[in-house]
């Protein structure tokens, strides 16, 4: 009999090693240990204190021999899609418990700065790039460019003075945007402290207009900026190509052709660098690419 109850104890510790949660094959193997042991009566005390200690001692070596792993990821919210399927591969393949944070660059920021965990850092503005970088919380030697988007001029499909001038799909954004001065419309940027609104705004500096009206969205404003451009028929706006891949809602009138707008990911430095490389290496992976790929964004 004692060699039952062994095997009821071993055939808990094989489920362990298909992620079955310990503390219910603990309670699992106790159980079947009290009711072979008193229904049947067919043990001492002291064999069932053996055996009890048995239990204790193969769901310990168990944790020690496979740890959970952790990592974190900080990432904008229009890497949300791709990034949520990656993390989901990523920890189904390495055993590793993913949790992803999507907020605006600046939030992030401030979050890593106060010491908030985290392991990943994922963005296109260069700027917070630059920043991380040169306060040393960042593995300088471990940095990826995992894909690239590209600056679009958009409005709704629904858009009923839209200029005939911009129905040519081969426009470049400059000449768009000297459409859109012409009729006097209205242009929406995001806030500097989002990659849209920082590549924008870098873009625009460079133009002198003569009616068109520009609205920068100001970081205490939380409204979606989609939502914001959807509360005018008639509103245009800059932004990501990434922001609007599959949006049936808003149509693209012109892209940036050239200098497209670069993601890097970032380990940082800390105690769980190492599984951050290993996370950074897999961003390479077809897999990542190809999801990646789905959700708008342009990966070579």
């Known amino acids: 009999m004692i060699n039952l109850l062994k095997k009821i104890v071993l055939r808990a510790a094989r489920a362990e090693l298909v992620s079955v949660a310990r ?16 229904v049947l009566r067919l043990v001492t005390m002291h064999e069932i204190k053996k055996l009890f200690l048995l239990v ?11 740890p959970s792993r952790n990592l974190t990821i900080f990432a904008e919210p229009n890497m949300a899609l791709a990034l949520t399927k990656i993390a989901r591969i990523y920890s189904q393949k390495s055993n590793v418990v993913v949790s992803v944070n999507f ?3 600046g939030d992030l920021i401030n ?11 994922i963005s ?7 920043s991380l970088r040169q306060k040393g919380l960042t593995d300088v030697y471990n940095i990826s460019y995992i894909a690239e988007d590209q600056l679009v001029l958009t409005t709704l499909k629904l858009n009923p003075n839209l200029p005939a001038e911009l129905s040519n799909q081969n426009l470049h954004l400059d000449e768009a945007l000297m459409i859109l001065d012409k009729n006097k419309a209205t242009l929406l940027i995001d806030n500097g402290g989002n990659s849209s609104g920082y590549s924008a705004q870098n873009f625009v500096k460079n133009f002198s207009f003569n009616h068109l009206k520009i609205f920068n969205k100001i970081s205490e404003d939380k409204t979606p900026f989609l939502n914001l451009i959807k509360s005018s028929d008639q509103n245009y706006a800059l932004l990501l190509a990434s922001q609007i891949k599959n949006n049936d809602d808003f149509q693209i009138l012109a892209t940036k052709k050239d200098d497209n707008v670069f993601y890097q990911a970032l380990a940082i430095a800390g105690d769980n660098m190492e599984i951050a490389r290993e996370f950074l ?5 077809e897999a990542a690419k190809s999801t990646l790929k789905e959700s708008g964004f342009l990966v070579y």
Request: with cysteine; glycine share 4%; charged share 15%.
């Open 111 to 121: 979050a890593i700065e106060m010491g908030e965990p985290a392991d990943i850092f």
């Open 56 to 66: 204790f001692l193969t769901f310990s070596f168990s944790s020690f021999a496979a």
């Open 281 to 285: 290496k897999f961003l390479k992976s």
């Open 23 to 38: 503390a219910e094959l603990v309670s699992v193997a106790c159980a079947e240990l009290v009711s072979v042991c008193f």
């Open 103 to 105: 907020s605006s660059n």
């Open 124 to 130: 296109a503005h260069q700027g917070w790039i630059e």
